[in-house]
C-alpha cells in the first residue's frame, strides 16, 4: 500500500513496548487496563494523515488493513501484549 519511501516516513511511536508510555498514562485512574499503547503519532500534512482520510472519509477499506498490518506486527513483536 505504501512505497519504501512512504513506510519509511510513518512515525512509530515505540509504546508498544514501552511501558508506563504516555497513553497508558491517560488512562491511569480512569479505567481498569493492563497495558495500552498507540503504534504511531498523528501529525498534519503527514503520511499518517493521508491514511487516516483514507480510512475516516473515503471509506478506504485497505487503509484499514494495513493500518491493522502494520499494528498487529508492532504487538506481536512485543511480549506486552501476550496473554497466551
Ligand atoms: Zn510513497
Given at each position: 500500500?505504501?512505497?519504501?519511501?512512504?513506510?519509511?516516513?510513518?512515525?512509530v511511536?515505540?509504546?508498544?513496548r514501552?511501558?508506563?508510555?504516555?497513553?497508558?498514562?491517560?488512562?491511569?485512574?480512569?479505567?481498569?487496563?493492563?497495558?495500552?499503547?498507540?503504534?504511531?503519532?498523528?501529525?498534519?500534512?503527514?503520511?499518517?494523515?493521508?491514511?487516516?482520510?483514507?480510512?475516516?472519509?473515503?471509506?478506504?477499506?485497505?487503509?484499514?488493513?494495513?493500518?491493522?498490518?502494520?499494528?498487529?506486527?508492532?504487538?506481536?513483536?512485543?511480549?506486552?501484549?501476550?496473554?497466551?
Amino acid at each position: 500500500m505504501l512505497c519504501i519511501q512512504c513506510f519509511s516516513q510513518l512515525p512509530v511511536t515505540g509504546f508498544i513496548r514501552q511501558p508506563g508510555n504516555p497513553v497508558e498514562k491517560i488512562f491511569y485512574g480512569r479505567l481498569n487496563i493492563q497495558q495500552a499503547g498507540s503504534a504511531f503519532y498523528f501529525t498534519k500534512e503527514s503520511v499518517m494523515q493521508r491514511m487516516m482520510v483514507e480510512l475516516k472519509y473515503r471509506g478506504n477499506k485497505n487503509a484499514g488493513y494495513y493500518l491493522g498490518q502494520l499494528l498487529g506486527m508492532q504487538l506481536a513483536d512485543s511480549d506486552r501484549f501476550c496473554f497466551s
